[in-house]
Nanobody, 120 residues
Framework: QVQLVESGGGLVQAGGSLRLSCAAS?????MGWSRQAPGKLREFVGA??????YYADSVKGRFIISRDNAKNTVYLQMNSLKPEDTAVYYC??????????????????WGQGTQVTVSS
């Protein structure tokens, strides 16, 4: 069982930046992030495998995912934030290798979520 602990959410003005962190209890193959806004379906926004990254079109060019394998930690750097980025952000982890890792259904473990609010 992989435990995930997220941090870094908060309130920011439109155009600002935030960095989310997610520490895993052990090394995993892939880690990712999804988000869910009130009344909307959960959206998988991005992920990182051993070295490759995936981004949803809605965040491409604004969000950057990176990882520190020594710390079993993944980061989500969010730039040029918009009010529509407001959501609860969830960290995800897939423990074992798979050629499929760019959607939420590919992940086995999820964090508790952290709120990101972008004011206009």
């Amino acid at each position: 069982q992989v435990q995930l602990v997220e941090s870094g959410g908060g309130l920011v003005q439109a155009g600002g930046s935030l960095r989310l962190s997610c520490a895993a209890s052990e090394r995993t193959f892939a880690m990712g992030w999804s988000r869910q806004a009130p009344g909307k379906l959960r959206e998988f926004v991005g992920a990182i495998g051993w070295t490759n990254t995936y981004y949803a079109d809605s965040v491409k060019g604004r969000f950057i995912i990176s990882r520190d394998n020594a710390k079993n930690t993944v980061y989500l750097q969010m730039n040029s934030l918009k009010p529509e980025d407001t959501a609860v952000y969830y960290c995800a982890a897939r423990k074992r290798y798979s050629s499929s890792w760019s959607s939420g259904g590919d992940y086995d473990y999820w964090g508790q979520g952290t709120q990101v609010t972008v004011s206009s």
